[in-house]
């Protein structure tokens, strides 16, 4: 061993061999270390020791005696001071025995990475609960001390509102979102209009039509520039108002009915324009690239018809958060009711455009009531028919039969096949003891017409409806033949009533007021410029008898006619809107005609 030290080196440890050796030592099993003296310093082990026990330790524990083992040679103590502060290391081994051992075990347990010494720290809050309640754990105060929960701290100006104003804030933004869709979609609309009106018809007017097409153009758009007009001076700039004043929207549908009926007219003329459109659809392709649009002209055409039913949709939204709301829905109420007859009176129109074969008015016979497929038995002089299917539609005027084309078809058709005017027609509502028959007679013929519908509420509305047509003409007729005996057996019956509804509506054009028929003593006063009303009142005209045309009026719907002063027409019949249906026989000027004009231009002649 001389030979290899010099001289006063041999206290010196080889490396850290030495320094190795005690943390070896320092890992060894308990019973080694507590079993030593704690008086007197430990034995010391060679570096050949520490060598032998660096080949049986881990890789974990070896990197944890490197570990200590740098922090050692940090800074070398010399020989004669680990001698001198031998018995306060050794006064100490056994707390720091165990802190190194249990380092040992946690370098073993995490895959040999060190982990730092525990450090003193803030005490950790309480365990956390999980809330069960969140409306009973806002209402909780957090303990002094405690660590409140971040979902349960709640704002000041968050404080719980009440769920009833909650909801009803809720509903009335549902209103204001359904009405804001109404004026956007009418906004799209009305650009849609234009394009056909600004863009179609006015490129067809430019460059003309084919020759075999001349005069159809006009089937293929109806009377869609009217709707076109209307929706854009008027009824988008009404709609818009609303958004400032929600309450006028209900309001804004009912006033204006009569005018919605546009689309009813535009319905009935739908399936020939169809029938245009498909005969020419190369004409169209090349008008449609000219004016450069996506769309072709069909799917310009049916917007109106889903224009219409839009309305009815979006009224009823708006009607279900108003009542969420807790407002007044009984305008509301109304509107939707209104708009929802309005697409079916437009789908029943379209069904009677596909009608083929009859060859008067259909406009001129007033509204279309009902209309249903039956089980029709003929009856002509005793001699029964065959049950036949056929599609029977009930007007104001009269009764069509016709018989089904094309069955099953998307489009079906249908052929005329018979008609009985109202005016002439019968009924009897119980037949051969089944509840789904009833007959219809004409009066003055033989003919029979036994109808079986598909159910017993089919039934019950036709003739319903039928008995209502009836009666308004027995009314009707006993008024033209004695007006006073007719008063004094109602008392101020129906007639009167449907009278003064009809001058309080017709209030708004300008005619002369309606003054009292009758004088005090009950006998008649003769005022000029008298009103049909009073024409009946007097009984001075029949259902044959002439009247003078007083004021001039231009048709607004289809179905109305166009007078002048000085005609004079035939009336057929009225109804509650205080509208009359006249024959206005041909003269000079204009041929003969039969529609539909308002009572106040139309006075008896002397």
Not at 459 to 469: D, P, Y
Not at 491 to 506: D, I, K, W
Request: glycine share 6%; aromatic share 6%.
């Amino acid at each position: 061993m001389d030979c290899f030290f010099p001289p006063g080196k041999e206290n010196c440890p080889v490396g850290s061999s030495e320094v190795k050796s005690e943390s070896a030592a320092s890992l060894q099993p308990q019973t080694s270390v507590t079993s030593l003296p704690t008086g007197s310093p430990g034995p010391k082990r060679s570096g050949t020791t520490g060598n032998t026990l660096k080949k049986w330790l881990t890789s974990p524990v070896r990197r944890l005696s490197h570990g200590k083992g740098d922090n050692t040679n940090a800074k070398k103590p010399n020989n004669k001071q680990r001698k001198r502060d031998g018995r306060k290391s050794v006064e100490l081994g056994p707390a720091h025995q165990d802190s190194t051992e249990e380092r040992g075990r946690r370098g073993v347990n995490s895959g040999g990475e060190e982990e730092a010494e525990d450090e003193p720290h803030t005490p950790l809050p309480p365990p956390m609960e999980i809330i069960k309640d969140p409306s009973a754990q806002e209402e909780k105060t957090p303990e002094p001390g405690s660590f409140p929960v971040l979902g349960s701290v709640t704002p000041s100006d968050q404080m719980p509102r009440d769920p009833e104003t909650e909801q009803k804030n809720k509903a009335m933004r549902g209103r204001m979102f359904v009405l804001n869709e109404m004026v956007q979609t009418e906004r799209d609309y009305v650009k849609d209009l234009g394009v056909i009106v600004e863009g179609f018809m006015g490129r067809i007017g430019e460059k003309g039509v084919p020759e075999d097409m001349a005069g159809k153009d006009k089937i293929v758009f109806g009377n869609i520039h009217q709707i076109y007009d209307w929706h854009k001076e008027f009824f988008l700039c009404e709609l818009e108002k609303c958004l400032q004043d929600h309450d006028r929207l209900a309001e804004l549908f009912i006033k204006h009915e009569r005018r919605l009926h546009m689309y009813v007219i535009y319905c009935q003329n739908k399936p020939r324009s169809e029938f245009v459109v498909a005969e020419y659809d190369a004409f169209f392709e090349e008008v449609q690239q000219e004016v450069n649009s996506r769309l072709s002209i069909s799917d310009y055409l049916i917007k109106p018809i889903q224009r219409i039913t839009k309305y009815q949709l979006l009224l009823k939204d708006f009607l279900k958060y108003s009542t969420k709301a807790g407002l007044d829905c009984k305008e509301t109420e109304k509107a939707v009711e209104l708009m929802s007859l309005v697409p079916k009176q437009c789908n029943d129109m379209m069904n009677l455009g596909r009608l083929q074969g009859y060859e008067g008015k259909l406009t001129a016979q007033g509204k279309l009531l009902q209309q249903d497929t039956f089980f029709v038995t003929e009856q002509d002089s005793g001699v029964l028919s065959r049950s036949k299917e056929r599609r029977v539609f009930l007007f104001e005027q009269i009764v069509i039969f016709s018989e089904l084309l094309r069955k099953g078809s998307s489009t079906p058709g249908y052929q005329f096949k018979k008609s009985i005017k109202v005016s002439y027609l019968s009924m009897e509502e119980h037949v051969d003891s089944d509840p789904c028959k009833f007959v219809l007679s004409c009066r003055g013929s033989s003919e029979r017409l036994t109808l079986q519908a598909a159910n017993i509420d089919i039934k019950k509305e036709w003739v319903q409806s039928i008995r209502e047509l009836l009666d308004m003409q027995i009314n009707f007729l006993t008024a033209l033949q004695n007006p006073q005996e007719y008063q004094k057996k109602e008392s101020g019956g129906s007639l009167s009533r449907q009278l003064s509804n009809s001058s309080r509506s017709s209030s708004s054009h300008p005619s002369t007021p309606l003054k009292p028929n009758t004088a005090p003593n009950g006998s008649p006063t003769h005022k000029p410029n008298k009103h049909v009303e009073e024409e009946l009142d007097e009984g001075e005209c029949n259902g044959l008898s002439l009247v003078l045309v007083t004021q001039d009026y231009n048709a607004v719907k289809e179905d109305e006619i166009c007078v002048v002063v000085g005609e004079k027409v035939q009336i057929l019949a009225s109804n509650q809107q205080n509208m009359c249906l006249v024959y206005r026989p041909a003269n000079s000027q204009s041929p003969a005609a039969e529609g539909w004009v308002p009572g106040h231009v139309l006075s008896s002649t002397q």
